[in-house]
């Protein structure tokens, strides 16, 4: 099993930054890849960002492109998200994820075998 453990969330104003930290432990893997989906109130699930953890290739989805920014520690197993610019939709719980790649270096989430517990990260207008 593998435990997911997300820190960092809060209420910031709009144009803050935040950075979320994710510390994995656990099984351990060939390869895998971790990153990061939301889930605003009355929304799906989206996607929000991915690292290959062998190669740290990293994929985002276009609209969050330039303010959001993932980062790994493979020393701490730790994946990070720093936040800029933030704005009220950017309002959501967020979720860690992590998908054994089963040996490749792939920077693919989903479907994620692993979640965390979530954090909830509010931006006010």
């Known amino acids: 099993q593998v435990q997911l453990v997300e820190s960092g969330g809060g209420l910031v104003e709009a144009g803050g930054s935040l950075r979320l930290s994710c510390a994995a432990s656990?099984?351990?893997?060939?390869?895998?890849?971790m990153g990061w989906f939301r889930q605003a109130p009355g929304k799906e699930r989206e996607f929000v960002a991915a690292?290959?953890?062998?190669?740290?290739?990293?994929d985002y989805p276009h609209s969050l492109k330039g303010r959001f920014t993932i980062s790994r520690d493979n020393a701490k197993n730790t994946v990070y998200l720093q936040m800029n610019s933030l704005k009220p939709e950017d309002t959501a719980v967020y979720f860690c994820?992590?998908?054994?790649?089963?040996?490749?270096?792939?920077?693919?989430?989903?479907?994620?075998?692993?979640w965390g517990q979530g954090t909830q990260v509010t931006v006010s207008s």
């Open positions: 994820a992590l998908r054994d790649t089963h040996g490749y270096d792939r920077v693919v989430i989903s479907p994620a075998d692993y």
């Open positions: 656990g099984r351990t893997f060939s390869n895998y890849a």
């Open positions: 690292i290959a953890w062998s190669s740290g290739r990293t």
